[in-house]
């Protein structure tokens, strides 16, 4: 009880840090479930929305804002889908991987050009940014929005793949590329519908993190990005389910280790236990085995 009490605000910061790597995580494992790679400019897209926000507030309304934002990081996300990877849909498979690390770079240079490297400061939100007191802990509402609103939108997207007819063809594209597209599936369509539904969580997980860490550079991308990418990994990418929990846990360990003084290693840590479940379960907690068939 006494460590539940002491560590109550690092349990709560965990647990939405971790909804907001969640967010991001499903971005990089539906993008693997379908095309079987990793969308390396994903954590650029989260970054190019935190800007968008910044500079949209400065001409327009908030709430007008945070719309337009979602909808210009859902066409980036359209865009970089059309642009880096469309032309190489039946490349080698490596190439398709240098073109999405060059698009990383190419975002995060453009977002160098626009703020001159500075440091720009996040727009404070309304209510979701005030200090709100759990059980003696002194927190943002954000911190306790962020699980339920990233519950909720795993849930409505698990029905939408489980109960829409393009989610059926998603599933049809991660099952058997070839098959689904001789069956009349429009493959260009289904990518492009699971880059939109990536980017848009991206945007939701972009304004609540930036709500917490108000800081926007051009590389801020990067840790959250790899952090969400080893979340899906750690939960066995390609698995909804998998990265959303994989993303609770490195959240929730990341703030215990800073709460108990370790802050310089909570980065490590995170990459430490991936390396420990790779070694013993190396297609994630619930990654599906795969048999190559000869």
């Known amino acids: ?86 032309p ?68 409505a997207l698990v029905l939408l793949i489980k109960k829409t007819k393009i989610g059926m063809a998603m599933r049809a594209v991660s099952k058997d590329f070839e098959t689904a597209q001789l069956m009349g599936i429009k493959i260009d369509s289904v990518i492009s519908s699971t880059f939109i ?12 993190f930036f709500s917490n860490y108000p800081g926007v550079t051009p590389t801020v991308g990067g840790m959250p990005g790899l952090k969400a990418f080893v979340a899906a990994v750690f939960g066995g990418i390609g698995s909804i389910p998998g990265a959303v929990i994989g993303a609770f846990i490195i959240g929730i360990c990341e703030n215990l280790i800073k709460g108990i003084g370790w802050t310089t290693f909570s980065d490590a840590f995170t990459f430490f236990l991936l390396i420990i479940v790779l070694m013993f379960m190396p297609t994630g907690l619930f990654g599906e085995k795969q048999t190559d068939k000869v």
Not at 112 to 140: E, M, Q
Not at 146 to 155: G, Y
Not at 198 to 208: D, E, K, Q, T, V
């Open 1 to 86: 009880m006494n460590f539940l009490q002491g560590n109550l605000p690092y349990i709560l910061a965990g647990v939405s840090t971790g909804g907001q790597y969640a967010l991001i995580a499903i971005g990089y494992t539906m993008v693997y479930g379908i095309l079987r790679l990793i969308n390396f400019a994903h954590g650029d897209v989260f970054m190019a929305s935190g800007l968008i926000m910044i500079y949209s507030y400065t001409v327009m309304p908030l709430w007008v804002s945070i719309a337009l934002t979602i909808i210009l990081t859902v066409l980036l996300g359209f865009a970089v889908e059309r642009f880096a990877y469309k």
């Open 88 to 155: 190489l849909r039946s490349a080698p498979r490596m190439s398709i991987m240098i073109s999405a690390i060059g698009m990383s770079y190419l975002l995060q240079n453009f977002a160098l050009y626009v703020t001159g490297g500075l440091l720009k400061k996040y727009p404070t939100i309304p209510w979701i940014s005030d200090s709100v007191s759990i059980c003696g802990a002194i927190t943002k509402r954000v911190t306790l929005i962020t699980p339920v609103l990233t519950l909720i939108l795993v849930f």
């Open 197 to 208: 539904i990536g980017s848009f969580l991206a945007a939701i997980g972009s304004i609540l």
